[in-house]
């Protein structure tokens, strides 16, 4: 099955060629498993009504016989070994919202694999169906919220820094930002529609293996979640949590990539279609939230410095033709906290803050940023002090180095991702 194998690190090598190294070993997994495995997306059944609704909604069901017919096995979690039912699935209906992976081996090894998607419906494996590739020969069977845990049995992105991206010390305190942990190295967030909300630190296991941590779940029950370095004065980085009721939460970092007791900031922030946490944009040294409101108008939240906020200032209007902000901290190098912002044309834009909570005038940044994919902003990636991007491309994350005049260079392989939009990167 795929395994991303990780490039071991030579020294003196640049790092460009190594990750351009590890780019390629991934670009080869991903290639591998292709060929290996067989991918359903769609029901090659007729929609009239069969055996096959003996299978209830919401459920994975196998069957003993072609055309759902015989035994039927109800999955619902993933199953290493297949006991009874071991060699002996004919058809199968997928009627629940998960991926799944049958193999023909146990254990999730070696042998044929067949992808199944999320509510496919029905496959009759008999009839020389996958050349006869997959009737009665089904001994394991893994099934995940998202494509990448079905497929590599790991629930989390991989994604890894390399030892030498620690961030120099002494970054002046814009710079101090995305490091949930405190080892000097960015970090990310990534929560699966299942609300499960996990934190990656980008540090591997000795067998190349990327570590993740499971922060806990029903972290789907929010609307939002932003984050961008300390706003309790504690040294240690926080998140905001808006939920469905439109309460705005404050969650304190206990510094070791999970948060401590929820506080309540306020109710009414539903009338925000975005909230941003843009760090200290009013030079107080306390970090401060962007919002814009469904009329198109910017607000500044001034940080009090106790995770809660000021009364809110007017910053501007127009802002509807945006269609996301992401807060990068400084990208100019004048050591004032700057705004990013997306428009409908794919284009990104750096509003450069004046440090009084305004901005100057704009500047568009090279390359084209889809509006259906992420603008990732944890501050310096790579280790050189210099505040960085990053965002999904297909099967990977790329880092656009920042390059401390208000531009930006790149893009730069860095990690794994998943095809299904059911997970969000922060
Ligand atoms: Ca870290
Ligand atoms: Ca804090
Ligand atoms: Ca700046
Ligand atoms: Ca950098």
Redo the contacts with the bound molecule.
């Keep these: 099955m795929l395994r991303i194998s990780l490039g071991r690190r030579a020294p003196g090598d640049p790092s460009s060629l190594r990750r351009t190294a590890a780019r390629r070993t991934l670009g080869a997994a991903l290639a591998l498993a292709a060929s290996m495995t067989t991918a359903v997306t769609m029901a090659p059944q007729a929609a009239a009504a069969d055996n096959s609704d003996r299978c209830p909604s919401g459920k994975l069901c196998l069957f003993q016989y072609g055309d759902y017919k015989g035994e039927m096995k109800i999955v619902s979690s993933s199953l290493a070994t297949m006991g009874d039912f071991n060699d002996k699935t004919s058809s199968l209906v997928n009627n629940s919202r998960m991926w799944a992976v049958a193999h023909t081996k146990a254990n999730y090894a070696g042998g044929d694999t067949l992808l199944i998607g999320p509510h496919n419906g029905a496959i009759d494996l008999t009839g020389g169906a996958f050349d006869g590739a997959f009737d009665n020969k089904i001994s394991s069977i893994r099934v995940a919220t998202t494509e990448y845990e079905a497929t590599q049995g790991v629930p989390w992105m991989d994604w890894y820094l390399l030892p030498e991206d620690k961030r120099p010390a002494g970054l002046p305190d814009v710079a101090r930002f995305g490091d949930l942990n405190n080892d000097g190295r960015p970090d990310l967030l990534e929560r699966a529609d299942d609300g499960r909300l996990w934190f990656l630190s980008g540090i591997v296991n000795a067998d190349g293996s990327t570590k993740g941590k499971l922060v806990g779940g029903g972290w789907n029950a929010m609307t939002q979640l932003v984050r961008h370095g300390?706003?309790?004065?504690?040294?240690?980085?926080?998140l905001y949590a808006r939920d469905k009721a439109g309460v705005l939460w404050f969650y304190?970092?206990r510094g070791n990539g999970t948060f401590g007791t929820r506080v309540r900031v306020g109710g009414g922030w539903n009338a925000l279609r975005e909230i941003s946490a843009a760090g200290d944009l009013t030079g107080d040294g306390h970090r401060d939230l962007l919002a814009r409101d469904t009329a198109g108008k910017l607000w500044l939240y001034p940080g009090n410095g106790k995770?809660a906020f000021r009364a809110r200032k007017l910053v501007g209007g127009g802002w509807n033709a945006m269609n996301k902000l992401a807060a990068p901290g400084d990208m100019t190098g004048d050591g004032k906290a700057d705004l990013l912002a997306r428009d409908g044309s794919r284009a990104l834009w750096l509003y450069p803050g004046n440090g009084n909570g305004a901005f100057g005038a704009r500047k568009k940044l090279p390359y084209a940023w889809p509006s259906d994919e992420p603008v990732i902003a944890t501050g310096d990636v790579n280790g050189d002090g210099l505040s960085d991007l990053m965002r999904p491309i297909n099967f990977q994350l790329f880092v656009y180095h920042g390059n401390g005049r208000g531009s930006i260079s790149g893009p730069d392989a860095d990690m794994g991702w998943d095809t299904a939009p059911n997970v969000r990167v922060f």
């Design positions: 300390d706003y309790n004065g504690d040294a240690k980085e926080d304190p970092g995770g």
